[in-house]
């Protein structure tokens, strides 16, 4: 079969990464294509993910349509010349249309239910959406369900296994304990009218007084004071310091939901739940403050669990483990399964034609 991915997003190369690998293994002809989005490109060359970029990174809300625009005209004119069984996205809104357009399949994978925009503009196209079964929204018969998170398609322990040598390329000494604190730029569509943690400072300073050391990972740029706390590292090895920390600051689901699957506990601090990151508190791994009080709260907690002489994080995150599946595996079959409909069915329309 010929499949088409796109990638518009770093977390994308993460989630596509193995499935893409395995599909490749069983003969199947993939097609990658993307935008430049932050490091997304970067990770794709570091994965030595074959791919074509199709447009430039937006510079904030203003331009998103006008690169998006671009991106879904010229995946049209590519998927046209490829012809492909099936396409597969994550949001899916350039996915979705180029597959209506081409009448194929598209099979969209999506987990955030505030990100109205894109589910306006992919879904009614869709042919397929498969979300967490903790997803809180009902989409109706195009929706599938499974037992995981988007993080596990990639750290799941049969797919990923942590690299301790990250804590020495980043500048810590052994044994030393510290923490990661990641600032979102708030300039994503389902980012609008959103916020985080109301002193970015304070925070760090009270993790310092906690005796951690503090790495920050700023999307964009970091405020000028917190300019020292940057890490460099590259982007492939951000999960090994994850896996690494002693507990996780996130102003973003994903970091803290990638923390929390790892075994490291995370405190997220964003105006909005999701139902992913409500399901993992539900396991005790992640922390999850929302309110008007969540800068406060998030940081007591995080110097709780600083102070915290017992360390239960990897019982839980057996038990989680143990209620979830290898969602990678999932992708590969919904990929397979509907790119083979949709070579049969266009098989017996192309038939029917030469009949008529």
Known sequence: MRAVITIQHPGHVHFFRHPIAELEARGHEIHVFARENDVAIDLLEAYDIDHEVLAGESGGLLSLAAVQATYETRLLRRARRIDPDVIAAIGGVAAA????????????????????????????????????????????????????????????????????????????????????????????????????????????????????????AAEGEPPADLESYQFATSPDRMHDLLACADVVLSEGATTAAEAAVLGTPA??????????????????????????????????????????????WERLRDRLLADRIDVTEFVVRQIEKHARASASNRSTAAANASHS
């Not at 979300?131 to 929706?143: A, L, M, N, V, W």
């Not at 922390?287 to 017992?310: N, P, T």
Request: glycine residues 8%; negative net charge; contains cysteine.
């Open 97 to 216: 249309h180029v597959a209506s357009a081409l009448r194929t399949t598209s099979v969209v994978f999506y987990d955030t239910e505030h990100a109205t925009l894109i589910t306006r503009l992919g879904y009614p196209f869709a042919d397929v959406i498969c979300t967490p079964s903790c997803y809180r929204d009902e989409i109706g018969p195009k929706q599938v369900t499974y037992p995981g998170y988007h993080e596990l398609a990639y750290l799941h322990p049969d797919r990923f296994e942590p690299d301790s040598s990250v804590r020495e390329s980043v500048g810590l000494e052994p044994g030393e304990r510290f923490a990661v604190v990641r600032l979102s730029s708030w300039e994503a569509s389902h980012d609008v009218g959103h916020g985080g943690f109301d002193d970015p400072r304070e925070v760090v300073e009270r993790l310092e007084e906690a005796g951690l050391e503090v790495l920050l």
């Open 267 to 312: 405190v997220y601090v964003n105006a909005l739940s999701l139902g992913y990151t409500a399901d993992i508190e539900e396991y005790g791994l992640l922390f999850g403050y929302h309110g008007e009080s969540r800068h406060i709260r998030g940081l007591e907690q995080a110097v709780a669990i600083a102070e915290q002489d017992d360390a239960p």
